[in-house]
């Protein structure tokens, strides 16, 4: 029998030379990430000093920065300053503070196809877009692969999404994985691995798939993953990168479920309050006023993401009473978008633009809502109280409809600008 590309990556690091779904392995990790919100500060630090235990090889580490980055009060500076403190401690010299982790992981190259990488953030899925096994664990299990370098898991079973035909004037990449969810469920991968093939996968480039793995973990899924390809090498080559394992899986890999999804009949959606697989079409939902609008994060704040809101915004400015907010999900995309003028287009269209930040994401700062207000953000979470109050309601888009409501002050199908 053959294997799936998360079978031959997690039998790589096992030592075997096949391994199927339900397995146990015990793998050796590649790399793993650390952020500020559940890394060193939350067992981690203290229990490594009781063991008296050695990190076993700092040079895979890397530990960065984000969720309480900039510092909105004493208390969130403390603890980014408790991780910097502690990463120089242990000769970790990849500390950054340079935006939400997944995307500075990528762009900096920290991660490489047919790895096994480790987070302590539940998107770590994220990676899974070149090629990776990649995701989230807690921070008693990171504390345990700092000391060993490995860890124990099931292999999982892998559901087969194929991505067919070519989407449409203004659908995008955000879209897709909100289609996935609402068709399966929120729990409908639970343990498992997402494969995305298909001939629609050959027109989306990077920026595209980190959008669908990141949503990965949203139905559950332990990983999700594309087959590297040249769009993959492209990529990595731009990175000055040559390295890296290009699994496939075989013709004959067994997989629990395949689901064909037309991207050329895909319409743009909306997840409304309080779960992301509570999905709509933006045309259905035109009715909801917001008051804020979010274009960022580790899901919709890449480059693509912000020159086609920009694009979209051009000649237009945002309703009265709607505030929209953009969070780059970088330094290196904020920088780059600066030069390209996107930012300046997006500031004359009434947009604020903030630090590359997870702040707003999940209501830690720079851009938390009040009870009754209603945001339309392209992060990846809507749940209750998620970006702010409880009495509040997030729903979840594509950058260019998140542009679309900031004009109109509903939510708005973009294709009414395009």
Same mark, same amino acid.
């Given at each position: 029998?053959?294997?799936?590309?998360?079978?031959?990556?997690?039998?790589?690091?096992?030592?075997?030379?096949?391994?199927?779904?339900?397995?146990?392995?015990?793998?050796?990790?590649? =790399?793993?990430?650390?952020?500020?919100?559940?890394?060193?500060?939350?067992?981690?630090?203290?229990?490594?000093?009781? @063991?008296?235990?050695?990190?076993?090889?700092?040079?895979?580490? +890397?530990?960065?920065?984000?969720? !309480?980055?900039?510092?909105?009060?004493?208390?969130?500076?403390?603890?980014? =300053?408790?991780?910097?403190?502690? /990463?120089?401690?242990?000769?970790?010299? !990849?500390?950054?503070?340079?935006?939400?982790?997944?995307?500075?992981?990528?762009?900096?190259?920290?991660?490489?196809?047919?790895?096994?990488?480790?987070?302590?953030?539940?998107?770590?899925? +994220?990676?899974?877009?070149?090629?990776?096994?990649?995701?989230?664990?807690?921070?008693?299990?990171?504390?345990?692969? #700092?000391?060993?370098?490995?860890?124990?898991?099931?292999?999982?079973?892998?559901?087969?999404?194929?991505?067919?035909?070519?989407?449409?004037?203004?659908?995008?990449? =955000?879209?897709?994985?909100?289609?996935?969810?609402?068709?399966?469920?929120?729990?409908?991968?639970?343990?498992? /691995?997402?494969?995305?093939?298909?001939?629609?996968?050959?027109?989306?480039?990077?920026?595209?798939?980190?959008?669908?793995?990141?949503? /990965?973990?949203?139905?559950?899924?332990?990983?999700?993953?594309?087959?590297?390809?040249?769009?993959?090498?492209?990529?990595?080559?731009?990175?000055?990168?040559?390295?890296?394992?290009?699994?496939?899986?075989?013709?004959?890999?067994?997989?629990?479920?395949?689901?064909?999804?037309? #991207?050329?009949?895909?319409?743009?959606?909306?997840?409304?309050?309080?779960?992301?697989?509570?999905?709509?079409?933006?045309?259905?939902?035109?009715?909801?006023?917001?008051?804020?609008? !979010?274009?960022?994060?580790?899901?919709? *704040?890449? !480059?693509?993401?912000?020159?086609?809101?920009?694009? @979209?915004?051009?000649?237009?400015?945002?309703?009265? &009473?709607?505030?929209?907010?953009?969070?780059?999900?970088?330094?290196?995309?904020?920088?780059?978008?600066?030069?390209?003028?996107? #930012? +300046?287009?997006?500031?004359?269209?009434?947009?604020?633009? #903030?630090?590359?930040?997870?702040?707003?994401?999940? *209501? @830690?700062?720079?851009?938390?809502?009040?009870?009754?207000?209603?945001?339309?953000?392209?992060?990846?979470?809507?749940?209750? &109280?998620?970006?702010?109050?409880?009495?509040?309601?997030?729903?979840?888009?594509?950058?260019?409809?998140?542009?679309?409501?900031?004009?109109?002050?509903?939510?708005?199908?973009?294709?009414?600008?395009?």
């Amino acid at each position: 029998m053959g294997m799936t590309i998360t079978e031959k990556i997690l039998a790589r690091a096992s030592g075997h030379e096949q391994v199927h779904a339900g397995e146990i392995v015990q793998a050796r990790v590649d =790399k793993v990430m650390m952020d500020d919100i559940l890394g060193p500060r939350v067992q981690i630090a203290e229990h490594l000093e009781r @063991l008296n235990a050695p990190i076993w090889n700092s040079e895979r580490v +890397t530990v960065i920065s984000d969720h !309480y980055t900039p510092p909105a009060n004493a208390r969130q500076a403390e603890i980014v =300053k408790f991780t910097r403190e502690w /990463a120089a401690r242990h000769n970790i010299r !990849y500390y950054e503070f340079a935006g939400p982790c997944h995307q500075v992981m990528v762009e900096k190259g920290r991660v490489l196809p047919g790895e096994v990488v480790l987070g302590t953030d539940s998107h770590t899925c +994220t990676y899974g877009a070149l090629g990776v096994f990649s995701t989230g664990i807690g921070s008693t299990e990171m504390l345990g692969v #700092l000391c060993t370098g490995e860890i124990w898991l099931k292999v999982p079973e892998t559901m087969h999404f194929r991505l067919n035909g070519k989407l449409q004037n203004g659908v995008m990449a =955000k879209d897709v994985a909100l289609h996935c969810i609402g068709t399966i469920g929120h729990n409908g991968a639970t343990y498992k /691995a997402m494969e995305f093939s298909g001939d629609g996968v050959s027109d989306m480039g990077m920026d595209e798939r980190l959008c669908i793995a990141n949503m /990965a973990v949203e139905s559950g899924a332990k990983n999700g993953i594309f087959a590297p390809d040249d769009i993959t090498r492209s990529y990595m080559e731009s990175l000055g990168i040559h390295e890296g394992m290009y699994f496939r899986s075989d013709d004959d890999a067994s997989f629990c479920r395949g689901i064909n999804v037309d #991207l050329t009949a895909m319409e743009p959606l909306c997840a409304c309050p309080h779960e992301v697989d509570n999905t709509a079409r933006m045309d259905d939902v035109s009715s909801v006023r917001i008051n804020q609008a !979010y274009i960022g994060s580790c899901t919709g *704040g890449r !480059y693509n993401d912000l020159k086609k809101a920009a694009d @979209l915004l051009r000649g237009h400015h945002i309703a009265q &009473g709607v505030r929209l907010l953009i969070s780059p999900a970088s330094r290196e995309i904020w920088e780059r978008c600066a030069r390209d003028g996107i #930012l +300046t287009s997006l500031s004359e269209a009434g947009a604020t633009i #903030l630090a590359s930040s997870c702040g707003a994401c999940l *209501g @830690l700062h720079s851009g938390a809502i009040s009870a009754g207000e209603v945001c339309v953000s392209s992060t990846n979470r809507n749940f209750l &109280g998620r970006m702010g109050s409880k009495d509040s309601q997030v729903y979840l888009a594509s950058p260019l409809s998140v542009a679309a409501s900031a004009i109109t002050g509903r939510l708005t199908d973009p294709r009414e600008f395009l």
